[in-house]
């Protein structure tokens, strides 16, 4: 097989990969996650139910590639903070402006993946939890060198932030917290997580 063939054959199996992930996405945005099936998913994709099973293992793998395609989408942003000037409090909050944003937008996607996560250690949606948390680190890390943030483990830090988000996610998905804008109170939440990383003058504890 030419490379010609072969990248041609490796483009339509992206596409068709691609044209899953669309079609069970909009599937579980109308229907709800666990009411749609995978004999929908393949129709809605115009695929062989076995084809379905050619790239994903089962229903839920689909969220797994969801979750690859945000942390690619984080780390094209992260680059960005990265690069450009401004404070670590800015940037850091704009680095969670942006994940909440994809949270607010596929609410009922993002309640099944935060369950899946918390509900088994081995599933990679742990995986993208943790790179999301590196992402964050990595803003922290930058923070310190420029002295806007304290000396302190940049990994716990981002830790701490990250179980914030996740505590308010929960608390979003709950019918009984009764309704709040998720962007609004996830940055309230983050001041004053950032309060605390800030330095401290000199004899304060």
């Known amino acids: 097989m030419s490379s010609t063939e072969l990248s041609r054959r490796e483009r339509k199996k992206d596409?068709?990969?691609e044209?899953?992930?669309?079609?069970?996405?909009?599937?579980?945005?109308?229907?709800?996650?666990?009411?749609t099936t995978v004999d929908e998913?393949?129709?809605?994709?115009?695929?062989?139910?076995?084809t379905f099973f050619n790239y994903f293992p089962r229903k839920e793998a689909v969220l797994d590639a969801l979750g690859e395609q945000v942390v690619q989408e984080m780390e094209e942003v992260t680059?960005?903070?990265?690069?450009?000037?401004?404070?670590?409090?800015?940037?850091i909050h704009r680095f969670a402006g942006e994940i909440t944003r994809r949270h607010s937008t596929h609410r009922e996607l993002s309640r099944v993946f935060v369950q899946r996560m918390l509900s088994n250690l081995q599933e990679p949606t742990h995986s993208?939890?943790?790179?999301?948390r590196e992402l964050l680190r990595s803003l922290i890390e930058?923070?310190?060198?420029?002295?806007?943030?304290?000396?302190?483990?940049?990994?716990?830090?981002?830790?701490?932030?990250?179980?914030?988000?996740?505590?308010?996610l929960l608390a979003w998905f709950s019918p009984?917290?009764?309704?709040?804008?998720?962007?609004?109170?996830?940055?309230?939440?983050?001041?004053?997580?950032l309060d605390g990383l800030a330095p401290r003058e000199r004899g304060g504890r």
């Open 128 to 132: 993208t939890a943790g790179r999301i």
């Open 41 to 50: 998913i393949a129709a809605a994709a115009d695929v062989a139910k076995g």
């Open 15 to 17: 596409e068709t990969r």
């Open 79 to 91: 680059r960005g903070l990265l690069a450009r000037p401004g404070t670590a409090s800015d940037k």
């Open 19 to 35: 044209r899953i992930v669309g079609a069970a996405i909009r599937l579980f945005m109308k229907k709800g996650f666990e009411s």
């Open 176 to 193: 009984e917290s009764g309704a709040f804008d998720l962007e609004t109170e996830l940055q309230e939440r983050l001041s004053i997580i």
């Open 142 to 168: 930058q923070g310190q060198a420029a002295g806007e943030i304290r000396p302190l483990d940049a990994a716990r830090a981002s830790a701490v932030i990250q179980g914030a988000a996740i505590g308010t």
